[in-house]
């Protein structure tokens, strides 16, 4: 390459930007010290909220508190717990429906001991209205509790078997088939239906009411696996599964609808005539049967 050509060649302006942007060491102290940042007033560092350490600076305000007593702490009279969860539970009728279809759904209830669909109901002023719900809704709408297991190491396979036993019965009921069952499902769901019954009280349901709707297992997911040595210089991986069990409680107002639901199905239903419904002298075709 020729003396000329490496004249022409031009290098990148970089050492210019790079003393554009430097500062002195005792500048950056000065900029650090009054905000915390190199650009200072340009840029302000602003604290972050966060819900779990606002809960841990209340838990060690209230030790440092002397008349503060730990015993006596209890979910419901917890105010910053309270607020970490969010709300308290309402019922579906008051989320889901308008003011007047709950004054009418209320009152059907009151009437019927349940919901019956598509019935004339009169209200208090003198009015009457008919209310017709699909049969999703009428589930959400009447009172159930939901429950959710812990991961547990069995097969959805063997789960099933004694979920379809106590599928349909009382809860105390499937409590005791639970704690006698040979497999390890059986005192899981039995603890599972235990917790449920602590926690109805809490949303107006009595346990001694309450029956399982529904039950039903499914994979939790993230199985382990292991090696499975063989013979011959053959191996294989065995999986080792992980189940969850969820759960729908319900109480007796359920089993009555079900119940009318049935009888009014039958009733609609048509006679059944084991012989054709004409005369006994048989009708007369028109060509020989021989």
Do not use: C
Request: charged share 30%; hydrophobic share 30%; net charge positive.
């Amino acid at each position: 390459m020729s003396l000329s050509m490496l004249r022409s060649l031009r290098v990148p302006q970089t050492l210019s930007l790079s003393r554009q942007l430097h500062t002195s060491k005792f500048l950056f102290q000065e900029a650090s010290k009054s905000s915390g940042s190199l650009f200072s007033d340009v840029t302000e560092l602003q604290e972050q909220n966060s819900k779990k350490r606002d809960f841990s600076d209340s838990l060690q305000s209230m030790n440092t508190d002397e008349n503060f007593k730990v015993s006596k702490v209890t979910v419901e009279n917890d105010v910053k717990l309270q607020e970490y969860i969010g709300h308290k539970p309402t019922p579906a009728t008051d989320k889901l429906l308008t003011p007047l279809k709950k004054q009418i759904y209320e009152q059907n209830v009151k009437q019927n001991g349940f919901f019956k669909n598509n019935q004339e109901i009169t209200l208090d002023n003198g009015e009457r209205y008919k209310l017709k719900l699909t049969e999703e809704e009428i589930n959400v709408l009447e009172p159930s509790l939901y429950l959710k297991s812990y991961r547990i190491k069995h097969s959805v396979k063997k789960a099933t078997v004694f979920l379809r036993l106590i599928s349909g019965m009382n809860v105390h009921d499937a409590i005791t088939q639970g704690q006698f069952h040979t497999k390890k499902i059986g005192r899981e769901v039995s603890q599972m239906l235990q917790e449920g019954i602590k926690d109805a009280p809490e949303l107006g349901l009595k346990p001694e009411e309450l029956y399982i709707s529904q039950i039903w297992s499914g994979s939790d997911g993230w199985w382990s696996r292991r090696v499975d040595p063989k013979g011959r210089g053959r191996t294989g991986i065995i999986h080792h599964p992980y189940i969850h069990v969820r759960a729908i409680l319900k109480t007796p107002i359920t089993k009555k609808r079900l119940a009318w639901e049935a009888e009014q199905k039958e009733l609609r239903q048509k006679a059944k005539m084991q012989l054709p419904n004409e005369k006994l002298r048989f009708k007369l075709d028109g060509h020989y049967k021989w």
